[in-house]
C-alpha cells in the first residue's frame, strides 16, 4: 500500500497556521503566568505550552483540508472453467470404468496444478449445469447451448480466462451449442470424450403413435430399427403389455448399416394409461443393449363424445360443420334429419346442433323441448327456414322478433369483451375477410347469462346484433349463430389455411358448449404425463358449500405404482388452493388417491399419471467430435483428447490472452475525518485546562 498527503490549499499556508500557534500560546503564557514550584514546575509548564501549541497549530491545519491518498493494488487470477458432460451417452460403450474413474481423477488433478495460478471453476451438465465434478454420468438428456448460456450470463463481466468443455459432442436437448459459443469472448477448449468409431449396435431409434386412443379401437405404432455393424444377422422385435406379448417378429438385418420401419397395430382393450414396452433381443457384441427397449405410454379413454347434428332440411352447410366437428379426434358427430331421430336417443349425446331448428311450421319442437327439459347443451344454426316465432315458446334463452321474413347479409365485428375462449390475431385476421353469411332479420334478444363473440356488420353499418354468441341457463349451456353460409367460410379458408381456421373455430365452440362443469368441490389438476428428469406437480382446489375457494384443511395424497409400492404426500398451502411436488419418481404407471376432510365428509378424489424413461442418451453412441472442434476454432481454442491433458495444461499456460488483471484502487481521506486527531485536540486542551484550573490560573 502506497501514502501520500496532500491538501486542498498550498502547505505553505502550514507555516503561518505554526506562527499562529506559536503566537497564540506566546500570547496566552507570557501573561497569565502559572504559579508552580517545585522540581518539576518549570517542566509541567513547558507541556502546557506545547500542548497549547499543538492544539492550536492541529486546528489551524485542519482549516488547510489535509488530505491523505492511499493506494492499494489487487491482482485477480484468470478464472479457468472445466465443463464435464455427466450425461448417459459417455458410459454407453466399453470405456466406461475408464470415464467413472480415471478420466474424472485426472481432471481432478488438472484443476489441482492449475488452481495456485488461476481460479477454476468446475461443473457438470447434462439438461442443467450444476456445481463440481461428478462421476455418476447419470444425466437422461444433454443440453450443450446451456452450458455456454449460463457462462456467458455468469462471467462475462469477469477475468474469464478460458472454458474447458469435456464431452462427446452428442447432445439432444436445446440449440446447436456452435452458436451458443459464439457469444464467449474467450477460448474454448474442448476434450474429446467416447469413440468416433461406429460401434456394433441394434437400438430403437423412436416409437411414433398416438398418446391418445379410444377403447375398442386399434391405433398404429410406427418403429424405427436401426443397426450397425450386424450385417446378415437376425433379431427378434416383441411388444408386450404387463408381460404379455402383444406383437413379435423377426428382423433380417440386411447390411453393417441398416435402417427399417416396423408398423404395428394394437387394439386397445382397456382404459386408462396403458404402458408397452418394445425391445430387440440382445446381439452378441452390442456396445450397449440399454437402446434395445422402448417404453410407450398410451392413455385410452372410453370413448369419444357424442354430438348429433339434426337439420330440417339437405344444405351444404351441414356436411361444412361435420367435417369441422370431425377434425377433433375428441367428438364422433352424426348428421340425421329432425324425422329420423325420436327424443328418446338424444340422451346418448354430449351435444345437439340443431340446423335451422325449430322450422317454420314448428318442425323439430319436440326435440327442442326434449333436450332443454334433459339438459342437454345445444348450439342453434339459425337461418331462412328457421321458424323464429317458435323460439320464443320452446327456448326460453331467446327470444326473436321479425315482421317480415327476409336476410341480411352479414359479416363478423369480433366482440374485445368475449372471454370464453381466445381467438389469436392471426386467426381473426383470416375470418374478418370470410365472406356473409345470411341471418335473419330480426330484433334479438338473449335471456340468459351470455358472451357475444362476433356482433353482424350489414355493409358498411357495424350493429349489436349478435352472429355467434354462447351462453349459460340454470339448465344447460346454450350457442346461437345466427346465419347460413357457413360452408363458404370453409371453401374460402381451404385457401388460406387447409381450413383450419374455420375448423379450429368451430372446434372452440364446441368445445365450450360440449365440456360438463365440473361441480365437485375438491378437484386435483396436472398432467397426465411426465418425463423421467421432471418433478411430478399437482394442484388442488376445495371449494366449500357456497362453491367459494378455501383451504383450511390438509390435503393427503397417496400414489401407487404397478409395483405396489405406496408413497405418500401432503400438499403444501397456496393463498387459496394446494399445491405439490413429488420430485422425481420412478418410470411406470401411477394411480393415486387424493383426499380432505370438508366439515364432516371426507373428500376422495382418484386419478392416474404416467412417468416417461427417458432413453434419448443411447440412441446415438458415435461421439461427434467435429462439432466440439468447431467450437474451439470458433472461439480460438483447440481440441484435445483424455491422453493429452498435460499438452491442453500447456497451451493454457503459454496463452499470452489469459493474464491476471491488476487492479489499483486509490482511497483519498480527509484527516478532518480522522476521529483520533478530534480526540486529540480535545485532550490535549482538557489536559491543559485542568492543570490551570488546579493552579487557579483560570
Excluded at 483 to 499: H, I, P, V
Aim: glycine fraction near 6%; proline fraction near 4%; charged fraction near 20%.
Amino acid at each position: 500500500m502506497t501514502v501520500s498527503f496532500t491538501a486542498e490549499y498550498s502547505l505553505w499556508y502550514t507555516l503561518l497556521c505554526l506562527a499562529f500557534a506559536g503566537a497564540g500560546s506566546w500570547f496566552l503564557y507570557a501573561k497569565n503566568k502559572l504559579d508552580l514550584t517545585g522540581k518539576y514546575g518549570k517542566w509541567v509548564e513547558r507541556a502546557l505550552i506545547t500542548f497549547r501549541f499543538l492544539s492550536l497549530f492541529s486546528i489551524a491545519f485542519l482549516l488547510l483540508g489535509p488530505l491523505m491518498k492511499t493506494w492499494q493494488t489487487r491482482t485477480e487470477k484468470p478464472i479457468i472453467l472445466i465443463a464435464l458432460d455427466g450425461s448417459q451417452s459417455i458410459i454407453a460403450n466399453k470405456d466406461s470404468a475408464f470415464y467413472r474413474n480415471t478420466f474424472v481423477r485426472q481432471l481432478q488433478e488438472l484443476k489441482e496444478r492449475l488452481q495456485n495460478d488461476y481460479d477454476i471453476k468446475t461443473y457438470t451438465f447434462g439438461k442443467e449445469i450444476t456445481e463440481s465434478l461428478q462421476a455418476t454420468f447419470s444425466e437422461r438428456q444433454t443440453n450443450m447451448a446451456n452450458v455456454f448460456d449460463y457462462i456467458h450470463n455468469t462471467y462475462s463481466n469477469q477475468n474469464l480466462g478460458a472454458v474447458v468443455v469435456a464431452s462427446d459432442g452428442l447432445y439432444n436437448d436445446g440449440s446447436n451449442p456452435i452458436y451458443n459459443s459464439s457469444n464467449l469472448k474467450t477460448p474454448v477448449y474442448t476434450i474429446g470424450l467416447a469413440d468416433t468409431i461406429p460401434r456394433r449396435d441394434i437400438l430403437i431409434k423412436q416409437v411414433k403413435h398416438n398418446q391418445l386412443v379410444y377403447a375398442g379401437n386399434f391405433f398404429p405404432l410406427q418403429i424405427d430399427v436401426m443397426a450397425y455393424g450386424f450385417a446378415n444377422k437376425q433379431t427378434n422385435l416383441t411388444v408386450s403389455r404387463n408381460g404379455n406379448t402383444m406383437f413379435s417378429s423377426i428382423i433380417s438385418i440386411k447390411d453393417g448399416s441398416f435402417f427399417t420401419t416396423l408398423p404395428v397395430s394394437l387394439e386397445a382393450k382397456q382404459a386408462g394409461t396403458q404402458h408397452y414396452v418394445v425391445t430387440l433381443t440382445p446381439l452378441a457384441g452390442e456396445v450397449s443393449t440399454a437402446n434395445n427397449r422402448f417404453d410407450v405410454f398410451v392413455n385410452v379413454i372410453d370413448g369419444k363424445q357424442k354430438i348429433a347434428l339434426i337439420s330440417l332440411a339437405p344444405h351444404p352447410d351441414l356436411s361444412a360443420y361435420k367435417q369441422s366437428v370431425e377434425q377433433n379426434e375428441n367428438y364422433s358427430i352424426t348428421s340425421v334429419s329432425f324425422d329420423k331421430i325420436n327424443p328418446s336417443q338424444l340422451k346418448e349425446y354430449s351435444l345437439i346442433i340443431f340446423h335451422q331448428l325449430p322450422g317454420l311450421k314448428g318442425e323439430g319442437a319436440p326435440l327442442i323441448k326434449t333436450a332443454h327439459d334433459q339438459g342437454i347443451p345445444a348450439l342453434y344454426v339459425v337461418g331462412a327456414q328457421s321458424g323464429l316465432s317458435y323460439f320464443n315458446t320452446i327456448e326460453p334463452a331467446i327470444t326473436l322478433t321479425s315482421n317480415r321474413a327476409s336476410t341480411n347479409e352479414t359479416t363478423p365485428t369480433l366482440e374485445p369483451s368475449f372471454a370464453l375462449f381466445t381467438l389469436n390475431e392471426d386467426d381473426w385476421s383470416i375470418i374478418k375477410k370470410y365472406p356473409p353469411l345470411y341471418s335473419p332479420y330480426a330484433t334479438y334478444k338473449i335471456n340468459i347469462e351470455h358472451d357475444v363473440l362476433f356482433t353482424q356488420q350489414i355493409g358498411y353499418v357495424k350493429t349489436q346484433f349478435p352472429l355467434i354468441a354462447l351462453g349459460k341457463s340454470s339448465s344447460n349451456k346454450v350457442g346461437f349463430i345466427f346465419g347460413e353460409g357457413f360452408w363458404k367460410w370453409r371453401m374460402y379458408d381451404a385457401a388460406l389455411s387447409e381450413q383450419r381456421v374455420s375448423s379450429s373455430l368451430m372446434g372452440k365452440i364446441v368445445q365450450y358448449l360440449a365440456v360438463k362443469d365440473d361441480r365437485s368441490r375438491f378437484r386435483i389438476s396436472g398432467k397426465k404425463r411426465f418425463d423421467e428428469n421432471e418433478p411430478i406437480k399437482l394442484d388442488a382446489e376445495v371449494y366449500n358449500e357456497s362453491y367459494e375457494l378455501i383451504n383450511a384443511g390438509d390435503v393427503q395424497l397417496t400414489a401407487q405404482n404397478n409395483g405396489g409400492k405406496k408413497y405418500t404426500f401432503t400438499f403444501s398451502k397456496t393463498e387459496k388452493a394446494y399445491t405439490l411436488d413429488m420430485g422425481l419418481l420412478a418410470p411406470g404407471n401411477y394411480s393415486y388417491e387424493a383426499s380432505i376432510v370438508v366439515g364432516n365428509k371426507t373428500q376422495i378424489v382418484k386419478g392416474q399419471f404416467a412417468v416417461i424413461p427417458l432413453q434419448v442418451e443411447f440412441l446415438q453412441t458415435t461421439a461427434n467430435h467435429q462439432l466440439l472442434s468447431e467450437i474451439s476454432q470458433q472461439t480460438g481454442g483447440a481440441l484435445f483428447y483424455p491422453n493429452q491433458l498435460d499438452a491442453l495444461e500447456k497451451a493454457i499456460r503459454s496463452n499470452d490472452t489469459i493474464k491476471p488483471i491488476i487492479y489499483k484502487q486509490e482511497t483519498v481521506k480527509s484527516w478532518i475525518n480522522l476521529k483520533w486527531i478530534c480526540l486529540l485536540i480535545v485532550g490535549l486542551l482538557t489536559i491543559e485546562w485542568f492543570v490551570r484550573k488546579w493552579n487557579g490560573s483560570i
